[in-house]
Every structure is written in C-alpha cells, then in structure tokens.
C-alpha cells in the first residue's frame, strides 16, 4: 500500500540553522509533491510544489528537493526564525487525473532562540 | 478574497448522535476535499468532489459518513452514528483545479464524541 514517511520525532534547532526535513514515500508515482506549515489549531498553509521533472524549487528561505528515483523530497528552511516553529507537512499528487494528495504524519519544528 | 469557511468550529456530541459540518469554498473553486486529522496524524483524504461530482471517495466509512456538494458550491460532511473514534478535526480545502495546485485549508471543526 502507498506509504508516507516523515521525521516522527520533532526537529529541534537553534535560530540561525538550517532545518532539513524529510519525506520519504513508497508504492507510489506522484507526478507532483506539495509542503505545506501547520499551527496548533489552524487548518495546513501551502509553501511549495515541485513536480517530478523538476530537481529543486525555492522560494525565499525555503528550498525544496525531489529525487524520484530515491523517491524522497527535503524541506530546507535557512536562516531559521522561532516564528518557523510549526508541524510541516509533506503531500503528494497523484499522477491519475483525480489530484488526490495524500498526507505524510507531519514534522514538528521547534527553533530556539 | 475569502478563504474556505467552515462551521461549528468545535462540536461536542455523544456517542451513537448524528453531526453535520459545513463547508464553504473559495469562490469559483471547483474542487472540494474533505480530510480527517486525527492527533499527531496527517491528513486522511476522506471524499474529493469535482463540482458536484464525487471524484474519490475510496476511504469515507460509507455506512457511517455521507457527504455532498449542492451546485457544486457549498458541501456538508455528516456522520450518523458517530463512534469515539471519529473524534477528530475535520478539514475541507478547495483548490481551483482538479490536479497539480495548491489546496486552500479552512480552520477545521473539531469534533469530540464522548
């Protein structure tokens, strides 16, 4: 069955670091892969999508990577900022015409000041 | 513009009682989800309407959950009858396409079957 994996245990840094999290999945071809942040008690906010043909996406302080044959993507953060202190969440789209996205648990982030 | 609105926030019932959440998408949206999020879990996709069609519904406990999309607008998730185990946030999203865009998130409604 298709399967998603993310750092269980949460990530806990010092402010100025990079923060690298990871996705890992099995059993399946997305044709794309999304990261979204989630506060305590607020519904999950977009931050980037990366499609299979492409290697690397950033946006500001965020890079994302997508290597499909290892069939893994990291989310790095730079600079990090205790405002950056959230549950990030890893989603792949399906490669059928149905856009479902499935979900991995989440990574907590935790950066100290 | 708005974002997706969703109502109750939090809602209380007993075990063996019927809930109803509702949805409102961003306008001209015209893909729907709904997603349970148990407690230290992700997201579980639980129905993804197209307009008013279901597109996938492959994981909603159909003896249990029923949903639907009037005019391909507004949708409501209702459960009946609610066990313990439904206790969870329950998610609804829109995204302007069906596939390969980013999924708008309202807050939730947070339910808890006592």
């Known amino acids: 069955s298709q399967k998603i994996e993310q750092n269980s245990e949460a990530l806990n840094i010092q402010e100025g670091k990079t923060a690298t999290l990871t996705c890992n999945y099995t059993n399946y071809s997305p044709a794309y892969l999304q990261w979204y942040r989630q506060d305590p008690g607020r519904g999950p906010v977009f931050l980037l999508l990366i499609r299979e043909n492409e290697k690397e996406k950033r946006k500001e302080r965020l890079k994302v990577t997508f290597d499909t044959t290892l069939k893994q993507s990291l989310f790095h953060i730079t600079a990090s900022q205790p405002a950056d202190s959230a549950t990030y969440l890893c989603a792949l789209g399906g490669s059928s015409n149905t856009g479902k996205l499935i979900f991995g648990q989440g990574t907590t982030l935790q950066v100290k000041p | 513009e708005a974002g997706v609105a969703q109502s109750p926030r939090y809602k209380i019932i007993e075990k063996r009682q019927s809930v109803a959440f509702w949805c409102n998408p961003i306008s001209g949206h015209a893909t729907l989800y709904w997603y349970q999020q148990i407690l230290g879990q992700g997201p579980k996709l639980l129905i993804q309407?197209?307009?008013?069609?279901?597109?996938?519904d492959s994981q909603l406990p159909k003896d249990r959950f029923s949903a639907e999309r009037l005019k391909g607008v507004d949708s409501t998730l209702k459960i009946q009858p609610a066990k313990l185990e439904d206790s969870a946030v329950y998610l609804c999203?829109?995204?302007?396409?069906?596939?390969?865009?980013?999924?708008?998130f309202g807050q939730g409604t947070r339910l808890t079957v006592v």
């Open positions: 309407f197209q307009n008013n069609g279901v597109v996938d």
């Open positions: 999203a829109s995204s302007s396409k069906t596939t390969g865009t980013e999924a708008f």
